[in-house]
């Protein structure tokens, strides 16, 4: 029976007078009653009564809450409180034929039975049940047949057995206002005496039309229905149905949605609730291995989104692809129920590989299969076949706009023969999909989908966007290890510590889950072993110690590999089988059972291997497991094992591969797979590669792992070498996969590859020798995953450089790159990284170029090589430990490591201050030769008090170096010097200090609270008080002297760059060691004065070079020549000061400074150098002094022009108009210079600061 009800079904219509006005039911959860519009006739209110025998329940129905159809002689009440269950609207029947129904009527004597086909009704009467006006309807009979059990109604009412035509016919509906015609209701035929008693029969109006075969109701009586030309045993219903469908945007359409959506129906009613009811059927149950995995699930957001986007795509298949034991089981189950929960709950259907058949045509065919037996469980299915009820499910889906998803777990466990006419089934699949509207999830490891999914189209495949699959695999969602945070919440639900486990391990789903029942079992065992103990004393205590000792999964210093997880399981399943085989048994015997138990389920693994590719027969399983000793019960229950259609197979595919692969031959099978032939032998393809399914590498694998582990690394790298041979000499073909597949994750499973380092370094040097970049098989992934230390990994990766991709290439095509791995290894681990990138610095060798040699732009740019890569990665990457880059690229000393010094001194300031400092104070000569280096460049443009206060430090630690004074002193005296001269952090100034030997402009600074006086000469910038200026005026002494004796262009800078802040203190410096101090080095002194760029100091510099002239005439000469040069050449707009000091050395008496002054004059040439010569030369008589300069004077005419000027007395005339044109000459202002930092450092010589002395523009200084 379809609709069973526990409360009584009808419900009675009455006046307020409480006089029956008709009969109806409840059609939907919120207790909308249907009954017939005779019922309601004529009434404002109406009393709906439900229940008896003193469980009556009535409510008041006011005339807003009742809906009138008498177009369709139906009516709909609105009630609360009755709590009589909803009885499921039917679909409509054929007009052909007829249907066996039941409807309900009053007063009649013969009490119906129940109505079967050509049997008497009266038959099945239960007088011990019934009620005032319902009925009882139960499930189906005990005979199966699918009647109606009708109970026994006592006195008042019974249930008359009729027979429902399918054909429509017109009748005339009389209300109390007007007639209406129905022209789809259905003729009853019922006896003559049962027919007349229906007429106008107030309690028997309103009654369902029950069928008699499914319980649905397909129509409501009504007696006032009548048709000119029925015979005398005619009543007539209006079928709900069609009237449905004339009301379909109405409140009838929507009641009838409500009662579909609430009442489950099956056979020809089928419903989406219904629908909803078979496909969960489907879902497996829960064993408990499965149920701790679901409560202890720990959501993977990137997969559940993935699956969520594809069931609103558009998008018909999509595939979970992940190795045996990546929780493939888990995620679909999980995703299921989110499925079937939920507001609008969506059909899914479970589906394994063991359901496909040979010879199905497309997943429908083992889809209904699967239905088949639920729908027949639920009641007939009316002569459907079982494909057939896979399409209306999927109708019914696709109808409420909830696709059926069909999720196919395993489709590795097909029959071989499918698996060979695998094109067609999924060519059928495809047509189906798209004609129903249905989706197909497919969860399966990646040898299976590399096959599978190349045969779908690709326009119904789903891929997910947010995680790129690899480029020779079809779309898909993958599935893996857990990522590290969600590991470590596993982790935690499952009790485990970070030592429970090897690292390779710790994200591995199943090996976590056995990992917690084998930890569980432990802890069961201490605790009883304590209880023993306690209560039995040692014979117990031995009991306990007994049955737990087999289950250590690893030493105790170091965490069990997963080998030994899987071996500790195995010793747990056995014991749980002896246990359940021997209740209350002996230690020993419980022992010598867990140990039989392990070796037939070593049995059962070894026949897996046969032709049955991983599944056990049923007779195999008979055997191993005999029914009648109760073995095949307990290893079922405990759930190691598991039906799979007609055969068996282990629960946990990857522990069923392990056990597999520990009865695996793996020579022969290595020469059956990978071996080649001759060209004319055959004999492999019917036993060899071409025969055996890619997706069972697994055993291979296994036993590789486990040959390394019993007989050593070498005796696997024997076995290896041969495979990494056939995978870089051999054409593609079915042995080089194996030969691949083989290597590949074998090398992933051992727990330990530095035994291998030599096979994986000379595959990666094929791997770039071929040009193959190896993405399907050794790419980024694979060495990822190694486990290697990190030096071993990194250094694999930069031989694996040259073979990426070009980035542009594999951006389109959302590949992983190897220089992705290597910046992922730096990120996680930048202490262990950032030292060997810095060994990459000497690599040349070329990384690839974008196809078809890229832009215009790129093509202007050098071609990127693995030493560039480095420099990109360090920084890039520089933010996790900065302080470590910098000290290990200024121990690299390399150019590369000094350019992306230069580039860090731009982006890190703070950073290298602290660096300058940590040098600074080092012993090692190395790190305090770069101190003095980048210091002086930190700084020009250091901004806050915590980075002056380290360079400042710096400085003094350079200066207490022993015999370092000569070394780093200029170095540290210029650090000194700009920073008490320099911008003011507080005050916002910023002070102008030029690079290349130059300043800005003038500028006050708030460095030391200066307040202005006067230079020698004119009016100079501000220059500080002395108090204030003690510590900087030491620093000008010692500055002073040390440029003299050096000549350091650096410090040279920093003492020009003095004069802008204050001017005053450092004049006096000059002139007191140019004056005071004998000894060489005062040209190193007049070229800094000569470079100050301020133009109101050009007079006031050459005043002291004036004053030294004077002071020191002997020795003046090449310092006064380097000034004027130099002022003349780099600095023209201090023309004023030049002047002045020609004029004051044309009245000299040292003849040999006026030589010297007039050969400088003369080499330099030009108009300004030219005027100055006349200036010189007027009223010389010298000859030494004439000689030097005499290319610049006219033949005879120099000589004799000086002469007449002394004897006509012309001459202080024509000096001072020389003086006053000399005076009118342009003073024009250097160029500005930028405020902020100056070139980077990046593109000095040595990559750590700017060239000083380099020439400005030139602006002509000519006269007017």
Request: proline share 7%; charged share 20%.
């Amino acid at each position: 029976m379809g609709a069973v009800l526990t409360e009584q079904a009808l419900v009675r219509i009455c006046d307020l007078a409480g006089r029956v006005r008709g009969t109806g039911f409840v059609a939907d959860g919120t207790g909308t009653v249907i009954t017939s519009h005779e019922a309601v006739d004529g009434l404002g209110r109406v009393v709906v009564h439900a229940g008896g025998e003193g469980r009556e329940r009535s409510h008041l129905a006011e005339s807003d809450a009742i809906t009138r159809l008498p177009e369709w002689d139906l009516a709909l009440i609105r009630t609360t409180g009755l709590g009589v269950a909803p009885l499921l609207i039917g679909a409509g029947r054929p007009a052909t034929g007829s249907t066996h129904v039941l409807l309900f009527t009053e007063g009649c004597e013969d009490v119906c039975g129940a109505h079967r086909h050509g049997r008497d009704p009266g038959e099945g009467r239960d007088p011990g049940e019934g009620g005032d006006l319902g009925m009882h309807l139960g499930g189906r009979d005990e005979t199966g047949d699918g009647a109606v059990a009708v109970p026994r109604q006592r006195q008042r009412g019974c249930w008359i057995a009729a027979e429902l035509s399918g054909r429509p016919t017109t009748v005339t509906y009389t209300s109390t206002d007007r007639f209406h015609d129905l022209e789809g209701a259905l003729e009853l035929t019922l006896p003559e005496a049962a027919a007349a008693g229906l007429r106008l029969n107030a309690p028997a109006s309103g009654s369902p039309v029950l069928d008699t075969a499914t319980g649905a109701v397909l129509a409501v009586l009504g007696t006032a229905l009548h048709a000119p030309h029925a015979g005398r045993g005619a009543a007539f219903a209006v079928p709900l149905h069609t009237a449905g469908l004339w009301d379909a945007e109405g409140q009838l359409g929507a009641l009838l949605a409500r009662n579909s959506a609430t009442v489950p129906g099956f056979g020809p009613d089928l419903n989406l609730t219904g629908a909803l009811r078979l496909a969960a059927a489907t879902l497996p149950s829960c064993g408990a291995a499965g149920v701790m995995s679901a409560s202890r699930r720990v959501e993977r957001p990137e997969v559940t989104g993935a699956l969520r986007e594809f069931c609103t795509s558009g998008a018909s298949v999509a595939a979970l692809v992940g190795r045996a034991g990546s929780g493939r089981t888990t995620e679909l189950a999980a995703f299921a129920a989110v499925r079937a929960g939920g507001a609008a709950p969506a059909p899914t259907v479970w589906l394994r590989g063991a359901h496909l058949h040979e010879g199905d045509g497309s997943v429908r065919e083992a889809l209904g299969r699967v239905l088949g037996p639920v729908a027949e469980a639920h009641g007939r299915s009316a002569g459907r076949t079982t494909a057939s009820c896979a399409d209306v499910v999927a109708r019914l889906a696709r109808d409420a706009r909830r696709p059926l998803l069909v999720l196919l777990d395993g489709p590795e466990e097909m029959p071989a023969g499918l698996a060979r006419d695998l094109h067609r089934w999924a060519a059928g699949t495809s047509g189906w999909l798209r004609a129903a509207g249905a989706r197909l999830l497919i969860a399966c490891g990646p040898e299976q989908w590399a096959e599978l999914g190349e045969l779908f189209p690709r326009d119904m495949l789903f891929g997910d966007g947010g995680r790129p699959c690899p480029p020779d695999a079809p779309p898909h969602v993958r599935l893996g290890d857990l990522s590290a945070p969600h590991a470590a919440r596993a982790r935690e639900l499952y009790g485990l510590g970070p030592e429970d486990l090897a690292p390779a391990d710790a994200a591995h789903p199943l090996t976590l889950r056995m990992r917690s029942e084998i930890r569980a079992a432990q802890e069961q065992g201490h605790a009883e072993q304590e209880h023993a103990e306690q209560e039995e004393g040692k014979e117990g205590a031995e009991r306990g110690e007994g049955e737990g000792r087999d289950l250590d999964a690893g030493s105790s210093s170091l965490p069990p590999t997963r080998d030994g997880i899987f071996s500790a399981y195995l010793a747990l399943v056995a014991l749980r089988i002896a246990r359940t085989l021997a209740p209350g048994g002996s230690a020993g015997a419980v022992r010598r059972l867990a140990t039989r138990t392990a070796g037939a389920l070593h049995e059962a693994a070894r026949r897996s291997l046969g032709p049955s590719q991983g599944a056990l027969s049923r007779g195999d399983f008979e055997e191993i497991f005999p029914t009648s000793a109760g073995w095949a019960e307990a290893v079922l229950a405990d759930g190691v094992l598991e039906a799979a259609g007609e055969e068996f197979r282990f629960a946990d595919e990857e522990f069923g591969e392990w056990m597999q692969g520990r009865h695996l031959d793996v020579d022969a099978a290595l020469e059956a797979l990978v071996q080649p032939r001759e060209s004319g032998d055959r004999s492999h393809e019917a036993h060899g590669a071409a025969t055996v399914p890619r997706h069972r590498i697994g055993p291979v694998v296994h036993a590789l792992v486990l040959c390394g582990r019993l007989e050593g690394a070498e005796a696997l790298e024997r076995r290896l070498r041969p495979l990494a041979d056939a995978v870089c000499s051999r054409e593609e073909d079915e042995t080089v996969w194996w030969a691949g597949r083989l290597l590949r994750e074998t090398l992933l499973r051992v727990p330990d590859a530095r035994p291998y380092y030599g096979l994986l370094r000379g595959l990666a040097e094929r791997v770039v020798a071929e040009e193959r970049d190896g993405a399907g098989m050794f790419g980024p992934s694979f060495w990822r995953r190694l486990a290697l230390p990190t030096a071993q990994r990194v250094g694999l990766l930069r031989l694996l450089l040259p073979a990426d991709a070009p980035h542009s290439a594999t951006e389109d095509r959302g590949e992983e790159r190897y220089l992705h791995v290597v910046a992922e290894v730096l990120a996680a681990e930048p202490h262990a990284v950032q030292p060997l990138l810095c060994g990459w610095f000497t690599d040349r060798r070329r990384l690839a170029e974008p196809a078809g040699g890229g832009s215009h732009d790129d093509r202007e740019l050098p071609r990127p090589t693995v030493a560039s890569a480095a420099q990109a990665l360090l920084y890039t990457h520089r933010g996790q430990s900065v302080d470590m880059t910098l000290d290990l690229l200024t121990d690299a000393c390399h150019p590369r490591a000094d350019e992306l010094l230069g580039e860090l001194a731009q982006e890190e300031p703070s950073a290298l201050c602290r660096a300058v400092e940590r040098w600074a104070h080092d012993e090692r000569t190395l790190r305090q030769i770069a101190a003095a280096e980048y210091g002086p460049v930190m700084a020009r443009h250091v901004r806050s008090d915590s980075d002056r206060a380290h360079l400042r430090r710096a400085a003094h630690a350079l200066l207490r170096i022993p015999g370092g004074s000569s070394l780093h002193g200029p170095a540290a005296l210029a650090m000194l010097l700009r920073l008490a001269h320099g911008p003011s952090v507080a005050s916002g100034t910023s002070g102008t200090s030029g690079t290349s030997g130059t300043s800005g402009t003038s500028g006050t600074s708030g460095t030391s609270g200066t307040s202005g006086t006067s230079g020698p000469s004119g009016t100079a910038p501000d220059a500080g008080t002395p108090a204030a200026c003690t510590e900087p005026d030491h620093y000008l002494a010692a500055a002073v002297g040390l440029l003299a004796t050096s000549g350091s262009a650096e410090l040279s800078d920093a003492l020009v760059a003095a004069f802008a802040d204050g001017p005053a203190p450092v004049l006096a410096a000059f002139r007191a060691h140019l004056c005071e101090q004998p000894g060489s080095g005062a040209r190193h002194l007049a070229e800094a004065l000569a470079a100050v760029p301020v133009a109101e100091l050009a007079v006031p510099t050459a005043e002291v070079m004036r004053h030294y002239a004077e002071m020191r005439p002997e020795a003046a000469g090449e310092a006064l020549a380097a000034f004027v040069r130099r002022r003349l050449a780099y600095r023209p707009q201090g023309c004023e000061g030049v002047q002045m000091l020609v004029g004051a050395l044309q009245r000299t008496p040292c003849a040999s400074l006026r030589a010297g002054l007039a050969r400088v004059l003369r080499g330099l040439g030009g108009p300004v150098s030219g005027e100055l010569l006349g200036v010189l030369l007027l009223g010389e008589r010298d000859p030494a002094v004439l000689e030097a300069a005499r290319d610049d004077v006219p033949d005879g005419m120099g000589n004799e022009r000086r002469r007449e000027g002394h004897a006509t007395g012309e001459v202080g005339e024509t000096g001072a108009a020389g003086e006053r044109g000399a005076e009118a000459l342009p003073q024009q202002q250097p160029p500005a210079q930028p405020a902020g930092p100056g070139p980077r450092p990046a593109g000095a010589p040595g990559g750590g600061r700017a060239p000083t002395g380099a020439p400005q523009a030139r602006v002509p200084c000519v006269s007017r």
